[in-house]
Structures are given as structure tokens and as C-alpha cells.
T-cell receptor
């Protein structure tokens, strides 16, 4: 597609339930990122996929969080046994991911999935 | 450990004047610096970037300045317009290649008519 697509745009769930958030990156982008923005906070890195390499999971806050990227395209972020502190906007981004000698690695973001845990 | 810091959570500027947003970083290995703009209920959008080998990059009303010795960068918007009201994030990336961006906390800019 023309941009990064995320679904659902809004999700309200009860504490303890599992949730899945989906990201469809820009076609041809090999790198995919998940960030989250909690209320009043900056963008917190969660996980990064680059091609067939092992993902960089260094930002995942706990083992309740996991993500996969199937076929090098669509990604799903799963949060198990949600807690109230998981409430945030979850942002997905993609980039060409090759890095160049002449330019920065510009990420293109989706509109985000707002998660509210009651 | 906050590697990229934006110490001003908000800034209010009169329309037509210059807006200056500041950002500090701690890691001297950062290779590129970027500014993103975010409107409510939308994802951040890329504004402008600068390589660590430069000290200035200009694009229309937007100019980014980099002071490597001070580990400081700033975004200048002149003249400021009402549509510039948004949250601005600075970000940094590591060595050339596909790297995650490390973001600051953001500065909410309000342009007053």
C-alpha cells in the first residue's frame, strides 16, 4: 500500500486478556519497527525486524510482549495478560532498511493502535 | 538511560516569529539526527535530517543545526505558521545502516495567531 497500515485503530480490553496488533508496512520496505507512546511520554522502541535477520528485541518491556513478521511483510505485536500500564499508542514504522552513505534511515510511521486496558 | 533528551515539554511562539526547538544527546556514536512532527491521532512524519559530518541542513522554512562538541541539535522554523503547531520529536540513529531510531520525549509547539 501507499503507507503503513495499522489495525485496529482503537482497542479496549480488560486486564488479563491477550491482544494482537497488526501492521502492514510499505511494500518493498525491508525493515519494520514497533514503538509505543504512553500518555505524556516519548516514543519508546520495542522491536525491530530487518530482512531475514534475527529481530532486535531489546526494547520489549517484558516476556508478555512478542512480535513476529511473516513472509517479510505483515507484523503482529502480541501482548499477553495485559496490564493497565500497557495502555499506550502502539506505532509501527517501516523503512527501506538498507542504510545509505548519503542519507538517514527515514522511518515512515502508521497512525498507531491505541490500546486501553481497563 | 535517556540517550536523546528534549528538555522543554512545550513552547509557545507567535505566528511569524522564529521557533527554536532543542535536543541534546549523550552517545557520540550517533551518525544521523532526524526531526519528526506529530499531529494528534496521526503517526509522526519525517521533517528533516542531518548527518553527523555536517553542522547545518536547510529545507525551506526548516533548518537543523548540529553542534557535535556540545552534543546538541536544534530545529529552527521561520517564519512560524499556525499549521506548525504539533509535537516535535528529535531522533538519532547509529552507524550507517538500518538502525532503530532513538527518540526524545517530544516538545509541544503552539503557534499563536
Amino acid at each position: 500500500g501507499a503507507g503503513v497500515s495499522q489495525s485496529p485503530s482503537n482497542k479496549v480490553t480488560e486486564k488479563g486478556k491477550d491482544v494482537e496488533l497488526r501492521c502492514d508496512p510499505i511494500s518493498g520496505h525491508t525493515a519494520l519497527y514497533w514503538y509505543r507512546q504512553s500518555l505524556g511520554q516519548g516514543l519508546e522502541f520495542l522491536i525491530y525486524f530487518q530482512g531475514n535477520s534475527a529481530p532486535d528485541k531489546s526494547g520489549l518491556p517484558s516476556d508478555r510482549f512478542s512480535a513476529e513478521r511473516t513472509g517479510g511483510s505483515v507484523s503482529t505485536l502480541t501482548i499477553q495478560r495485559t496490564q493497565q500500564e500497557d495502555s499506550a499508542v502502539y506505532l509501527c514504522a517501516s523503512s527501506l532498511g538498507e542504510g545509505t552513505l548519503s542519507g538517514a534511515n527515514v522511518l515512515t510511521f502508521g497512525a498507531g493502535s491505541r490500546l486501553t486496558v481497563l | 538511560d535517556q540517550q536523546v533528551k528534549q528538555n522543554s515539554p512545550s513552547l509557545s511562539v507567535q505566528e511569524g516569529r522564529i521557533s527554536i526547538l532543542n535536543c541534546d544527546y549523550t552517545n557520540s556514536m550517533f551518525d544521523y539526527f532526524l526531526w519528526y512532527k506529530k499531529y494528534p491521532a496521526e503517526g509522526p512524519t519525517f521533517l528533516i535530517s542531518i548527518s553527523s559530518i555536517k553542522d547545518k541542513n536547510e529545507d525551506g522554512r526548516f533548518t537543523v543545526f548540529l553542534n557535535k562538541s556540545a552534543k546538541h541539535l536544534s530545529l529552527h522554523i521561520v517564519p512560524s505558521q499556525p499549521g506548525d503547531s504539533a509535537v516535535y520529536f528529535c531522533a538519532a540513529s547509529g552507524i550507517q545502516g538500518a538502525q532503530k531510531l532513538v527518540f526524545g520525549q517530544g516538545t509541544r509547539l503552539t503557534i499563536n495567531p
